[in-house]
């Protein structure tokens, strides 16, 4: 179905650095002398190969069954795998696959990122829902969790009318400049419920407000999107693009929103993180930049590769590109982390949560491996927090991240993706030292 956007509402390049702002000043800092902490169990592989199904890890969430906590469900996306749900010790419980392209030589489904949507009214009555981009077909798909089917607690429930988020036709769609990274949001003075959507290879985020339907399935509707600066103004006067392929502008895909601020945080995978109202009304102003920001660099298509020049030192010192995973530990009274993967040295960033604290930068960590058991997490992609008893294995709460270069998993050359669970309460203890 051919649809038209509303106007986006255009960041210049000058009024991004005019509102740039930095958590905290900061030398930088040796990564690997951040301190480690180490996960509890691990999934397993995924390969992204005929073979192994082309499941790719790359997104989690956490769900917590509020009446059995033990019996709490992490749903992760597996791209063209679709959704893998896990128990809390890592074990699979459901594969939901992904929607095939509308015909033959069309895109196929491939799930990207995921997020919860809790007590969204249904005609069926009150629900929590697991949402995903599908960026093979350019849409959103909705999952109801039933915590009464213990063996397959998540059931569709996409409204087949559902229109894609950005492109006008198939053929747009198959050019696969589609729905990408994702945030979901409710409203606390409306109840209405949202979901932040970036475009891959360009800089558009939308907000889009699900609807649902009397048939008890849910679909949605663009309010408005957001284009974020693809160009920047360097403090010498210059003009500065993110390198990438011809064609391709710096994409967002880590995205979480602040529900006691009503706040999103948008990584720019080579730029760094955004804050700007949930409602994308607003000046969107830098939380913090990745250290090749301001680098000039230019793409290498032999090697398909980006050559970087000299680095005149706007950067940030805490973030190696891509800035990725963005989840947030939650304490009482607004008070916790925005944590973020920094994906291009293996290590994670902590900035404050606390409104009128600047999003100050707190600390980092590595998720190592340990010594008999998981090995840790490389060029992580998605990560997801929840500081809630979580039973007997987690009374402190879990942190799950995608793991680029599962070790474990690699067999006869093939590279293993997969997820790993993390103590949240020793994550804590090592940001609150």
């Known amino acids: 179905m051919a649809r038209t956007l509303p106007r986006a509402l255009a960041v210049s390049a000058l009024t991004a650095s005019l509102a740039l702002t930095a958590a905290l000043p900061a030398t930088a800092q040796d990564s690997g002398a951040l301190p480690a902490v180490h996960p509890r169990v691990e999934t397993a592989p995924l390969y992204d190969d005929e073979a192994g199904g082309n499941a790719d890890a790359d997104d989690p969430a956490i769900w917590r069954n509020a009446a059995d906590p033990d019996a709490s469900l992490v749903i992760a996306t597996a791209k063209e795998g679709g959704l893998r749900v896990y128990d809390l010790a890592a074990r699979l419980v459901q594969s939901v696959a992904a929607p095939a392209g509308p015909g033959a030589g069309d895109a196929p489904g491939r799930f990207n990122n995921v997020d919860l949507v809790h007590g969204l009214k249904l005609s069926t009555g009150r629900a929590d829902l697991a949402v995903t981009t599908d960026r093979g077909n350019d849409r959103l798909r909705f999952y109801r969790v039933d915590p009464r089917s213990p063996g397959r607690p998540l059931r569709d429930v996409t409204d087949p009318r559902v229109a894609p988020v950005f492109s006008a036709d198939q053929a747009e769609i198959n050019e696969q400049r589609t729905a990408y990274g994702l945030a979901t949001w409710t409203d606390r003075r409306s109840g209405r419920s949202y979901a932040l959507v970036s475009r891959r290879e360009r800089t558009a985020v939308a907000l889009l407000e699900l609807t649902p339907t009397a048939r008890g399935t849910v679909g949605y509707r663009t309010v408005r999107t957001l284009t974020l600066p693809s160009s920047f103004r360097l403090p010498n006067g210059s003009s500065w693009t993110p390198c990438n392929e011809p064609g391709e502008l710096p994409q967002v895909e880590g995205m979480v929103v602040d529900p006691a601020t009503g706040t999103l945080y948008a990584g720019?995978?080579?730029?760094?993180?955004?804050?700007?109202?949930?409602?994308?009304?607003?000046?969107?102003?830098?939380?913090?930049?990745?250290?090749?920001?301001?680098?000039?660099?230019?793409?290498?298509?032999?090697?398909?590769?980006?050559?970087?020049?000299?680095?005149?030192?706007?950067?940030?010192?805490?973030?190696?590109?891509?800035?990725?995973?963005?989840?947030?530990?939650?304490?009482?009274?607004?008070?916790?982390?925005?944590?973020?993967?920094?994906?291009?040295?293996?290590?994670?960033?902590?900035?404050?949560?606390?409104?009128?604290?600047?999003?100050?930068?707190?600390?980092?960590?590595?998720?190592?491996?340990?010594?008999?058991?998981?090995?840790?997490?490389?060029?992580?992609?998605?990560?997801?927090?929840?500081?809630?008893?979580?039973?007997?294995?987690?009374?402190?709460?879990?942190?799950?991240?995608?793991?680029?270069?599962?070790?474990?998993?690699?067999?006869?050359?093939?590279?293993?993706?997969?997820?790993?669970?993390v103590d949240l309460g020793k994550v804590l203890e090592t940001l609150d030292r």
Not at 277 to 299: C, N, Q, S
Not at 337 to 350: E, N, P, V
Not at 394 to 406: A, E, F, I, R, T
């Open 268 to 421: 720019q995978e080579d730029v760094g993180i955004w804050r700007v109202p949930a409602t994308l009304k607003g000046t969107p102003r830098l939380v913090d930049k990745v250290r090749e920001y301001g680098v000039p660099g230019t793409y290498d298509e032999p090697s398909d590769e980006c050559v970087a020049g000299a680095d005149p030192g706007y950067g940030g010192t805490r973030l190696t590109a891509d800035v990725e995973g963005l989840t947030l530990v939650t304490r009482e009274r607004g008070a916790g982390y925005l944590l973020a993967s920094s994906q291009g040295d293996d290590t994670f960033a902590a900035y404050d949560r606390a409104p009128g604290r600047g999003n100050r930068y707190e600390g980092g960590f590595r998720v190592a491996a340990t010594a008999k058991g998981p090995d840790g997490s490389e060029e992580c992609d998605g990560a997801a927090a929840l500081n809630a008893p979580l039973g007997r294995r987690y009374p402190h709460g879990l942190l799950v991240v995608q793991d680029g270069h599962d070790d474990t998993g690699r067999t006869d050359g093939r590279t293993a993706t997969n997820f790993k669970f």
